[in-house]
């Protein structure tokens, strides 16, 4: 049940992305932070070791990302 959830999310925060309205983009990267924890927890379910580390490492990407959305404002 959660990893369909978790890749929709997936697809529609890199829609969101890549967005150039720094609304979008905030939006977008709050979206991925809830899919790389969905996909966490389905690893912890299927104890898929590999797949919660890459999340907790994209998680930490998408904490920059719109740290520095944040700071750039509508810049591309």
Known sequence: MLQWPAFAASVL????????????RNTGFGIF????????????????WALISLQVCLAVMNV??????ETNGNKG
């Open 13 to 24: 925060s890199a829609w969101l992305v890549a967005s150039n309205n720094k609304r979008r």
């Open 64 to 69: 920059r990302g719109l740290r520095k959305t």
């Open 33 to 48: 932070l809830a899919s790389n924890v969905m996909w966490a927890a389905w690893g912890l379910h299927t104890q898929a």
